[in-house]
């Protein structure tokens, strides 16, 4: 059967709440775990994957509140989690004394409600914060307030129900909120198009409305910068995934801040830091596309455009992400998917910039103590085979104190880390990472290997080497190869990277994927028959459209909470959003390109397939298991050989605890170690 844009015979499959999608489901869970469960392999996996998931010697990760370290943590017998603090003392120590905040297991019980943790938004200086809680995993949350020194909800405090909901404090009895409020009040996308100031006693509904987007803008919110003596208030208008607008609100007042559509902006200590993802021709200069810039906010919205350049990226580096303290901005530079840190200072003379000393290969996260009250920062490095480090650290030097590390999870010294670099159709050099037994990184392959590649390829998102504890005990140790593919679509390269393979350009991704592959095989270190791949939601989409395209190539596809359905996705949940990705299929010459690889229209009766595993959530409220359905049912109708599993709570990351985590994944590489030999 021929699946057209005019006529869908699976829409029933976009219906979560019927019984007849659900029993559809329900079988076909079934017989994908009674199938792998029986591989020789599963359950020591499935075994070693729960112990490791829940092993007390993970690494505690925490945000910092006034005289507290907050983290919350999930154990064997913590199922749904604790939300749990300590001191900074404490913390170092090997086994710290925990204070419980809120067991979610007896929350979960005491109310009935199948409660996942969304996070805690703090009042600085305060004691309270928003409580988000989510019902099965999904991306739309309850949210309530929290006595952080009376260790209980607030009675008759803040509260709004669940709803795609943005909040942040204005001052203790003031918020601002960003949620549902009833027909109108939600973009076309699902997201609140109005920004209201909530205060303490009042009903939602009279709270005034201080902003209200179009119907067609992806969505707005609200938020505040507290540092003394250069306190704002701002409100944001998301048009597009890539494009806003920036409001200053000064009483009834509110300015829009003159920065590029497509560029991010927010202030430090009366700075205002601009992120560009295009060229911008000022005054006759043009800063060019990657550039973080930095001038005084108050001359710039007076008309000044005096900016210095704190980054200008090259062919080969691009800011991956910006670190603020009291008194220091940490750029995270990635040059050739490697990780260094730059640390800039802002004095009376202009910026001041010095290395920090940070090892030279593999990746690294800095995130601030407390971006406004203190100089200490945390650092987190890891790759491929080194156990992850955290380590806190202070602006100004390059002294850091380890504070965890992960222990190791598998024996990582027969293999090694390689860097080598594909050529894809337009001769654009790709780069990729290969995870490889040492004797064929130094002499070359012996022989062919079971390989598992991997890719995303979207939203300017780069992949960077990571220390994967279920990816070594799950594959490699089973005589697998690890690749890991940095195409274009991603942010490894800054926007540039990113928008090559925007909408019309989006077949750059695949070909630049399909290239990694065919170097990995023409340089020995594996075969079709043993090559297999795997991405999820934009991944997952990758993954499906390089499998319509080039099936010889692969043998085993994993494709989880994918997009398939390109010709109906924007109508789905969240996917009016991602329009400034893939474009919109409802202009006929948009639909021109994006029908050319949308994987759904492209899987024919006539071609064999590698045999795929199709994976989702019914609880995904980004990205809907519609997709991943109808893909399993037209397949299955053609005759091609498709397991599916969707689990039933999770959201878009499949998993609401670590016992779902551990089956997930042991289905996985079971699958792949059944389809590839190992």
């Given at each position: 059967?021929?699946?057209?844009?005019?006529?869908?015979?699976?829409?029933?499959?976009?219906?979560?709440?019927?019984?007849?999608?659900?029993?559809?489901?329900?079988?076909?869970?079934?017989?994908?775990?009674?199938?792998?469960?029986?591989?020789?392999?599963?359950?020591?996996?499935?075994?070693?994957?729960?112990?490791?998931?829940?092993?007390?010697?993970?690494?505690?990760?925490?945000?910092?509140?006034?005289?507290?370290?907050?983290?919350?943590?999930?154990?064997?017998?913590?199922?749904?989690?604790?939300?749990?603090?300590?001191?900074?003392?404490?913390?170092?120590?090997?086994?710290?004394?925990?204070?419980?905040?809120?067991?979610?297991?007896?929350?979960?019980?005491?109310?009935?409600?199948?409660?996942?943790?969304?996070?805690?938004?703090?009042?600085?200086?305060?004691?309270?914060?928003?409580?988000s809680l989510s019902r099965g995993g999904g991306d739309a949350h309850v949210l309530r307030e929290y006595d952080l020194d009376a260790k209980a909800f607030v009675s008759g405090g803040f509260m709004l129900p669940e709803a795609k909901s943005q909040a942040a404090w204005r001052d203790r009895d003031s918020l601002f909120v960003a949620t549902d409020c009833g027909p109108g009040s939600l973009t076309q996308s699902g997201y609140p198009r109005t920004v209201r100031e909530w205060r303490r006693g009042t009903a939602l509904a009279d709270a005034p409305i201080l902003y209200q987007a179009d119907v067609d803008d992806l969505g707005v919110g609200a938020c505040m910068d507290f540092t003394p003596?250069?306190?704002?208030?701002?409100?944001?208008?998301?048009?597009?995934?890539?494009?806003?607008?920036?409001?200053?609100?000064?009483?009834?007042?509110?300015?829009?801040?003159?920065?590029?559509?497509?560029?991010?902006?927010?202030?430090?200590?009366?700075?205002?830091?601009?992120?560009?993802?295009?060229?911008?021709?000022?005054?006759?200069?043009?800063?060019?596309?990657?550039?973080?810039?930095?001038?005084?906010?108050?001359?710039?919205?007076?008309?000044?455009?005096?900016?210095?350049?704190?980054?200008?990226?090259?062919?080969?580096?691009?800011?991956?992400?910006?670190?603020?303290?009291?008194?220091?901005?940490?750029?995270?530079?990635?040059?050739?998917?490697?990780?260094?840190?730059?640390?800039?200072?802002?004095?009376?003379?202009?910026?001041?910039?010095?290395?920090?000393?940070?090892?030279?290969?593999?990746?690294?996260?800095?995130?601030?103590?407390?971006?406004?009250?203190?100089?200490?920062?945390?650092?987190?490095?890891?790759?491929?085979?080194?156990?992850?480090?955290?380590?806190?650290?202070?602006?100004?030097?390059?002294?850091?104190?380890?504070?965890?590390?992960?222990?190791?999870?598998?024996?990582?010294?027969?293999?090694?880390?390689?860097?080598?670099?594909?050529?894809?159709?337009?001769?654009?050099?790709?780069?990729?990472?290969?995870?490889?037994?040492?004797?064929?990184?130094?002499?070359?392959?012996?022989?062919?290997?079971?390989?598992?590649?991997?890719?995303?390829?979207?939203?300017?998102?780069?992949?960077?080497?990571?220390?994967?504890?279920?990816?070594?005990?799950?594959?490699?140790?089973?005589?697998?190869?690890?690749?890991?593919?940095?195409?274009?679509?991603?942010?490894?390269?800054?926007?540039?990277?990113?928008?090559?393979?925007?909408?019309?350009?989006?077949?750059?991704?695949?070909?630049?994927?399909?290239?990694?592959?065919?170097?990995?095989?023409?340089?020995?270190?594996?075969?079709?028959?043993?090559?297999?791949?795997?991405?999820?939601?934009?991944?997952?989409?990758?993954?499906?459209?390089?499998?319509?395209?080039?099936?010889?190539?692969?043998?085993?596809?994993?494709?989880?909470?994918?997009?398939?359905?390109?010709?109906?996705?924007?109508?789905?949940?969240?996917?009016?959003?991602?329009?400034?990705?893939?474009?919109?299929?409802?202009?006929?010459?948009?639909?021109?390109?994006?029908?050319?690889?949308?994987?759904?229209?492209?899987?024919?009766?006539?071609?064999?397939?590698?045999?795929?595993?199709?994976?989702?959530?019914?609880?995904?409220?980004?990205?809907?298991?519609?997709?991943?359905?109808?893909?399993?049912?037209?397949?299955?109708?053609?005759?091609?050989?498709?397991?599916?599993?969707?689990?039933?709570?999770?959201?878009?990351?499949?998993?609401?605890?670590?016992?779902?985590?551990?089956?997930?994944?042991?289905?996985?590489?079971?699958?792949?170690?059944?389809?590839?030999?190992?």
């Open positions: 059967m021929h699946v057209t844009a005019e006529y869908d015979p699976y829409l029933w499959l976009e219906d979560v709440a019927g019984d007849a999608p659900m029993d559809w489901v329900r079988r076909q869970a079934d017989a994908a775990i009674a199938e792998l469960h029986r591989h020789p392999q599963f359950d020591a996996i499935h075994g070693r994957l729960r112990t490791l998931l829940n092993s007390q010697d993970r690494i505690p990760y925490v945000t910092v509140h006034g005289d507290w370290y907050y983290n919350f943590w999930r154990d064997a017998g913590h199922v749904r989690g604790i939300w749990r603090r300590t001191t900074p003392q404490q913390y170092r120590q090997v086994e710290p004394e925990w204070e419980t905040m809120i067991d979610l297991d007896a929350l979960a019980a005491v109310e009935d409600e199948n409660w996942v943790w969304s996070g805690a938004v703090f009042l600085h200086h305060g004691d309270r914060c928003l409580v003596g250069h306190r704002f208030e701002f409100i944001w208008r998301s048009m597009t995934f890539y494009t806003n607008e920036l409001y200053l609100r000064e009483g009834s007042t509110l300015t829009r801040v003159p920065k590029p559509d497509d560029a991010n902006a927010y202030t430090v200590r009366g700075q205002l830091i601009i992120e560009l993802r295009s060229a911008w021709p000022v005054d006759g200069f043009v800063y060019p596309q990657g550039a973080l810039l930095a001038t005084d906010f108050r001359a710039f919205l007076r008309g000044e455009r005096k900016m210095a350049v704190l980054f200008e990226p090259s062919a080969t580096s691009s800011l991956d992400g910006v670190c603020v303290t009291r008194s220091a901005l940490l750029l995270n530079i990635l040059d050739n998917v490697h990780s260094r840190l730059l640390e800039l200072t802002h004095t009376d003379h202009g910026w001041r910039a010095r290395e920090v000393a940070v090892p030279a290969l593999g990746s690294l996260e800095a995130t601030p103590v407390d971006a406004i009250d203190s100089d200490e920062y945390f650092l987190t490095l890891t790759d491929f085979l080194t156990p992850t480090t955290l380590a806190l650290c202070h602006a100004g030097s390059d002294e850091r104190v380890t504070l965890r590390a992960l222990p190791a999870y598998f024996d990582a010294q027969p293999y090694a880390i390689r860097q080598f670099s594909a050529r894809s159709r337009d001769g654009t050099q790709v780069p990729y990472f290969a995870v490889l037994p040492r004797t064929a990184a130094e002499r070359g392959p012996e022989q062919p290997l079971p390989a598992l590649l991997y890719g995303y390829g979207g939203f300017e998102v780069p992949l960077k080497p990571y220390y994967s504890g279920a990816t070594g005990a799950g594959w490699l140790e089973h005589g697998g190869i690890y690749l890991l593919a940095n195409i274009r679509g991603g942010g490894e390269f800054g926007p540039r990277w990113h928008q090559a393979a925007l909408k019309e350009n989006r077949q750059n991704a695949f070909d630049d994927f399909i290239a990694v592959a065919e170097d990995a095989i023409a340089r020995g270190f594996t075969t079709p028959a043993q090559l297999g791949i795997m991405g999820g939601s934009n991944g997952g989409l990758l993954v499906g459209a390089v499998m319509a395209q080039r099936p010889e190539l692969f043998n085993a596809v994993v494709c989880q909470v994918p997009l398939l359905d390109m010709r109906r996705y924007h109508k789905l949940l969240a996917g009016a959003s991602w329009m400034g990705e893939y474009g919109d299929p409802d202009d006929p010459l948009q639909w021109d390109y994006i029908a050319r690889y949308s994987p759904y229209h492209n899987i024919s009766a006539q071609r064999r397939y590698p045999r795929v595993l199709l994976t989702t959530s019914t609880r995904d409220d980004r990205v809907h298991p519609g997709h991943a359905r109808k893909m399993a049912a037209l397949m299955q109708e053609q005759g091609h050989d498709v397991l599916y599993w969707e689990n039933t709570e999770g959201g878009h990351a499949g998993a609401a605890n670590n016992d779902q985590q551990a089956l997930m994944w042991a289905l996985t590489y079971a699958f792949l170690l059944q389809q590839l030999k190992c």
